[in-house]
């Protein structure tokens, strides 16, 4: 579990945050969960949004060096087990996979995330 910092007064936050999060198991998606700050009360659930992370991570097990930068790999298309508010761009940049989201938020009238994504690997830590 991660959270951002709070933006405070504004309808349409920009974090511009880098968040680690350990994939454990990739057959599970990923879950966001936006909520609205309250001081006094309890916070305000403004949607939730789930993605598959197996694209990507199929596409970090990839031999990919000697591609030229901004080569997609792989592009995810919206569907019903997805929260994609648009395709979804899995690609090669300056020696690392990268992946562009735009989440359509769930359990709300309407509000998107964009996120993006990029592999790290951490020593020792028995991933890829």
Same mark, same amino acid.
Not at 16 to 43: A, C, G, I, Q
Not at 66 to 84: A, D, E, H, M, S
């Given at each position: 579990?991660?959270?951002?910092?709070?933006?405070?007064?504004?309808?349409?936050? !920009?974090?511009?945050?880098?968040?680690? #999060?350990?994939? &454990?198991?990739?057959?599970?998606?990923?879950?966001? @969960? +936006?909520?609205?700050?309250?001081?006094?009360?309890?916070?305000?659930?403004?949607?939730?949004?789930?993605?598959?992370?197996?694209?990507?991570?199929?596409?970090?097990?990839?031999?990919?060096?000697?591609?030229?930068?901004?080569?997609?790999?792989?592009?995810? !298309?919206?569907?019903?087990?997805?929260? #994609?508010?648009? &395709?979804?761009?899995?690609?090669?940049?300056?020696? @690392? +996979?990268?992946?562009?989201?735009?989440?359509?938020?769930?359990?709300?009238?309407?509000?998107?995330?964009?996120?993006?994504?990029?592999?790290?690997?951490?020593?020792?830590?028995?991933?890829?």
């Amino acid at each position: 579990k991660l959270k951002t910092r709070v933006k405070k007064c504004n309808t349409n936050p !920009v974090w511009n945050e880098e968040l680690t #999060l350990y994939v &454990e198991d990739p057959t599970l998606p990923v879950r966001l @969960e +936006v909520y609205d700050k309250d001081t006094f009360s309890l916070d305000d659930r403004m949607g939730d949004a789930e993605f598959d992370i197996r694209p990507f991570e199929e596409a970090v097990k990839m031999n990919l060096e000697g591609l030229p930068n901004g080569i997609i790999i792989r592009k995810v !298309v919206p569907c019903r087990r997805n929260c #994609l508010a648009e &395709e979804s761009h899995v690609y090669w940049t300056d020696g @690392e +996979v990268v992946q562009d989201l735009v989440l359509r938020l769930r359990n709300v009238e309407c509000g998107e995330v964009e996120l993006q994504l990029h592999w790290i690997s951490i020593p020792g830590s028995g991933g890829l």
